[in-house]
């Protein structure tokens, strides 16, 4: 079967840093686009970021010059790395993919769900 599966959430403080993992198992990320969702309690899931096969990459407003997508594809790994941690930060993280090469405009273009993990920014 094939999947995605997250690693790397924990609990940190404001200001801190995580630095998120997505593995691909059963089928090899090199072609596809994959991107990073989050989900805060009683908010809709939201994207993150997104890097594509070509390794262009977007942000979130929200996100930006604070965290950095990035491909590892000998490692066929996807990561995320997030410094200046806020508390507004705190969701389920979930990284997903369209199964194309180009970003998704939406969750509907999902094909794809890793099952998530959680990151929560608290002093």
């Known amino acids: 079967q094939v999947q995605l599966v997250e690693s790397g959430g924990g609990l940190v403080q404001p200001g801190g840093s995580l630095r998120l993992s997505c593995a691909a198992s059963r089928f090899t990320l090199r072609a596809y686009a994959i991107g990073w969702f989050r989900q805060a309690p009683g908010k809709e899931r939201e994207g993150v970021s997104c890097i594509s096969s070509s390794a262009s990459t977007t942000y979130a407003d929200s996100v930006k010059g604070r965290f950095t997508i990035s491909r590892d594809n000998a490692k066929n790994t996807v990561y995320l790395q997030m410094n200046s941690l806020k508390p507004e930060d705190t969701a389920v993280y979930y990284c997903?993919?369209?199964?194309?090469?180009?970003?998704?405009?939406?969750?509907?273009?999902?094909?794809?769900w890793g099952r998530g993990t959680q990151v929560t920014v608290s002093s």
């Open positions: 997903a993919t369209p199964l194309r090469s180009s970003c998704p405009k939406s969750r509907d273009d999902i094909v794809i």
